[in-house]
């Protein structure tokens, strides 16, 4: 089994694995020649399906197993890998590779990176260094010059310091991984839904996030004693139709709060795609019941939250609403340097209740 | 008369502060200890592994600085203070960054003076005047232990091995660190390189999940170019605390431009240092013996109940012999400080034979870690507002507080159970639903044929 590979798109990858970081610590990574994918599976809360093609970010790859298509499954802490791949942000080359230490297997990620010559730093020993000639002989400027004891002598480090910086460090970060045997993983499946009634572009996740946290904490932070329990893990009614509007309400026994999107697009649909007739998909039915006929799913305020966090990949949205059902979002994740190249798409098969 | 009296410019007083916060890592008091052209700061951890010493030149870094030993204290006058009040009375701005437009605030320090008192029929008290700006003028008198200083002992003749770096330099390698790790191992292994390596000592059940909550394994290569004055034989592997190295980078960077260390071998104490304009600093850090580090393997998760960290057992600095033989009778304090002074000054009697390099025990409990070392990390940028919402501490507290909403009364936040059937279908009910066989990936063009949206 080998897998040894450059990274492309660094802050992008970093960013995913922020985002399923906010869901679950351990992620099940599935390498092929064409495909890396990543899932997420939290015992309670949402799931996440993020498929990358290999070149989006990796490069100059090799992998090889004994599986088909050179199948590689692991299981990958989230956090040890986000905190890597930050330090490999300005990184001038950067490599990654399974390989063993200790008896144990480990994702080896090899940084170059180079130190910048920051200015030296605001404290008063520092900021004197620079004025040398700076020579009022008023007590209170501690000047060099007064230069009587030979303990305190300071050396005109500048000089020294200023090539410094850009010589190359090598990094290297070892992230605990276990190799897992396909017997393993060939049950996990990925959930199937039933046709969407409602399919919407969200607004900008920014906004959207900071308004359903809002409400999750004012349903928090409003309800009395008795309901308490309910109250810590409010749920979020989220509803659209196909006339571009999406509907956001927190409903307690004391506050009943909306916010309303409108002028949202409603994507179309590619008949050629579909196995029923367009004009028999739910989603037409929804078209044609006008902008009254809403389909509705209640999330859980805090896992909303931690999905939305996917926000930071700014990428474009979709949400598939099977009223009172379930509720999955796409996440079409930007490939800005390659415009030819296939989307990646993360799938978030959000965690829906009834009442 | 004062034994001690000094003025502190406004510089020298953010100066000061730095440096307590620097010391108050290591340790909850520091004793001071004044000579005619001197005061010298420092203070021992409590589990003897580290220790500082903060020069100030009387001439260089004060305004004014006046020594008047009688007495007793013809030569020298020192005494042990409580840090944090020290600092609560040396505050000047959260950080020494905004000096500049601090300056023209009204409320800043203009200057501080400090006398220090004691002697027969005298009260022990360092008083503290703060003249603000504004025409303010703050007074603190502080009591204070009067005790020798316990210093430890380096050799710098037996440290052959040294190099000088630019410490910001060395401090933006240590923000390449993740948390969770303890140690940091400074070796030569690689070619023509210094290696800086963190790691636990946690050792792990490979077949297990506790694997994969291992923290992440960090190691830097440094050419030694990138060093000067470097003496260092090939292969030597030098392990210190990282908390350790980590606040003295963090106070190297606001002060110095190089950190110079220097060190034998395994098991003796190394030397950091540097100086700024009329302060030098130095540490004594006692670096973890070869042996050491093969026999915690098996011991140490003895302490496996203790909820604080478990410092790696580690040998103790050394004492130096007590700078003069009977001062440490002079102590005055009463209760408890008084039984903790007495232990330390056990520590120092001169009775431990020099061969004797140091002595394994038990450490006491590590000091409460505080919250500076986090800081050490790369600042997390604008990624905090992705972060899951919070609703105990809440982002927006100022609203919520005019509301006089009490957060804390909430109960801790318990994972959904829910009972009612759930929407999504889990893993468990896809088999029913493979039919129509979507493969377990989404490139867009299987979604496209699973009827989705036009492109």
Not at chain 2, 30 to 57: F, M
Not at chain 2, 262 to 277: H, Q
């Amino acid at each position: 089994m080998r897998f040894k590979t450059e990274l492309r798109n660094i802050r992008t990858f970093s960013k995913l694995v922020a985002a399923l970081n906010s869901l679950e610590k351990i992620a099940w990574v599935r390498l092929d020649d064409d495909t890396a994918r990543f899932t997420v599976i939290p015992d309670t809360g949402s799931q996440v399906w993020a498929s990358l093609s290999m070149d989006f970010i990796f490069e100059n790859y090799h992998i090889q197993s004994a599986e088909s298509n050179n199948t590689i499954n692991l299981e990958l802490p989230l956090a040890p890998l986000q905190r890597a791949l930050r330090s490999a942000l300005n990184s001038t080359a950067c490599s990654l590779r399974l390989t063993k230490r200790d008896g144990i297997p480990v994702l080896s990620l090899t940084i170059h990176t180079t130190t910048k010559d920051l200015p030296p730093a605001s404290g008063f020993g520092a900021a004197h260094h620079h004025h040398p000639n700076h020579a009022s002989r008023d007590r209170d400027d501690y000047d060099p010059a007064r230069d009587d004891e030979s303990v305190f002598t300071t050396e005109p480090l500048e000089m020294t310091l200023k090539s410094r910086g850009e010589r190359d460090k090598v990094i290297t970060h070892d992230i605990p991984v276990r190799v897992l045997h396909p017997d393993t993983v060939e049950t996990i499946m990925q959930p199937k839904v039933r046709e969407p009634d409602v399919h919407i572009q969200l607004p900008p996740l920014l906004q959207l996030k900071a308004i359903s946290d809002r409400f999750t904490r004012l349903a928090t932070t409003s309800s009395s004693g008795s309901a308490r329990g309910q109250a810590a893990n409010p749920k979020l009614e989220l509803s659209a139709n196909m006339h571009g509007s999406l509907r956001l309400r927190i409903a307690t026994d004391s506050l009943d709060v909306t916010s309303t999107w409108d002028k949202l697009e409603n994507p179309d649909l590619d008949p050629t795609q579909l196995q029923i007739p367009l004009e028999d998909h739910p989603s037409t039915k929804f078209r044609e019941a006008g902008p009254d006929k809403w389909a509705t799913v209640r999330v859980d305020g805090k896992d909303w939250s931690r999905v939305l966090s996917v926000g930071r990949l700014e990428g474009r949205v979709i949400a598939c609403f099977a009223d009172d059902h379930a509720l999955i979002l796409y996440v079409y994740v930007p490939q800005y340097d390659d415009a030819g190249a296939e989307d990646s798409v993360v799938t978030y098969y959000v965690s829906s209740y009834s009442l | 008369m004062a034994i001690l009296s000094f003025t502190l410019s406004e510089e020298g007083v953010a100066v000061l502060h730095d440096a307590l916060a620097c010391i108050v890592k290591f340790s909850d008091d520091v004793c001071l200890e004044a000579s005619k052209d001197k005061l010298t700061l420092t203070a021992l951890n409590l589990s003897k592994s580290a220790y500082v010493k903060i020069t100030l030149s009387a001439n260089r870094f004060f305004s004014r600085y006046s020594f008047d030993g009688t007495g007793q204290f013809r030569d020298k006058f020192f005494c042990q203070l409580y840090i944090r009040s020290l600092l609560s009375i040396f505050r000047t701005r959260a950080a020494s960054g905004d000096q500049a437009r601090d300056r023209d605030k009204e409320t800043t320090i203009e200057r501080c003076d400090v006398s220090v008192d004691d002697g027969p029929g005298v009260k022990s008290r360092l008083i503290a005047k703060i003249i603000c700006r504004n025409g303010i003028t703050a007074t603190h008198a502080l009591p204070f232990e009067t005790k020798a200083p316990v210093h430890a002992k380096f050799d710098s003749n037996e440290a052959a091995n040294r190099w000088t770096i630019s410490a910001r330099t060395l401090r933006q390698l240590m923000d390449h660190f993740g948390p969770g790790i303890e140690l940091l191992d400074i070796n030569t292994d690689g070619e023509n390189v210094v290696n800086f390596t963190c790691f636990t000592e946690k050792a792990v059940n490979p077949s297990t999940d506790a694997v994969l909550k291992k923290p992440l394994h960090t190691s830097i290569a440094v050419e030694m170019d990138e060093f000067d004055d470097i003496e260092v034989p090939e292969k030597l592997h030098i392990i210190v605390s990282v908390k350790d190295f980590r606040n003295i980078l963090h106070h190297a960077q606001l002060t110095s431009g190089e950190l110079a260390a220097s060190y034998s071998v395994p098991g003796r104490p190394m030397k950091l240092s540097y100086r700024g304009d009329g302060i030098l600093c130095e540490y004594i850090l006692m670096t973890v013996g070869e042996k050491d580090a093969a026999g915690q393997r098996g011991t140490k998760r003895t302490r496996g109940a203790n909820q604080t960290k478990p410092a790696a057992p580690r040998p103790e600095l050394e004492a130096a012999s007590v700078t003069s033989s009977n001062q440490a009778n002079f102590a005055v304090p009463s209760g408890s400080r008084a039984a903790a002074g007495n232990a330390t000054a056990q520590q120092k009697t001169p009775a431990r034979p020099r061969q004797s390099q140091f002595q394994i025990r038990p450490p006491p409990l590590p000091p409460p870690s505080t919250l500076r070392s986090e800081s050490l990390f790369v600042a997390q940028d604008e990624d905090q507002q992705w972060e899951p919402v919070n609703a105990d501490e809440d982002a927006d507290g100022e609203e919520i507080a005019r509301l006089e909403w009490d957060n804390n009364l909430n109960p801790s936040p318990k994972r959904i159970i829910s009972h009612a059937a759930q929407a999504t279908p889990r893993s468990e009910d896809i088999d029913k639903m493979l039919d129509s066989g979507l493969e377990p990936t989404q490139r867009l063009s299987e979604v496209r044929r699973f009827g989705l949206f036009s492109p």
